[in-house]
């Protein structure tokens, strides 16, 4: 994945991962988010859910 002005992009592409995770968050389907972007491949939604999944591994220290 590449950086557009600091947001993780599917590999090179000017679709952030945010774009993707949020449309499988809103209940889109592979099928409906791969019509939408038909430069993408299904690996490509796979790896933005394995980036999100990650990211929340990150531990939270409170004060």
């Known amino acids: 994945m590449q950086i557009m002005g600091g947001r993780a992009c599917i590999r090179?592409?000017?679709i952030p991962v945010s774009v993707i995770v949020g449309?499988?968050?809103h209940g889109?389907?592979?099928k409906e988010i791969l019509a939408d972007y038909p430069?993408?491949?299904a690996e490509?939604?796979?790896q933005a859910l394995a980036y999100a999944a990650w990211?929340?591994?990150e531990e939270?220290?409170?004060a």
């Open 12 to 14: 090179g592409m000017r």
């Open 23 to 25: 449309q499988v968050a």
């Open 28 to 30: 889109a389907t592979q």
């Open 39 to 41: 430069d993408l491949e």
């Open 44 to 46: 490509d939604i796979h």
């Open 55 to 57: 990211l929340t591994q």
């Open 60 to 62: 939270v220290h409170t």
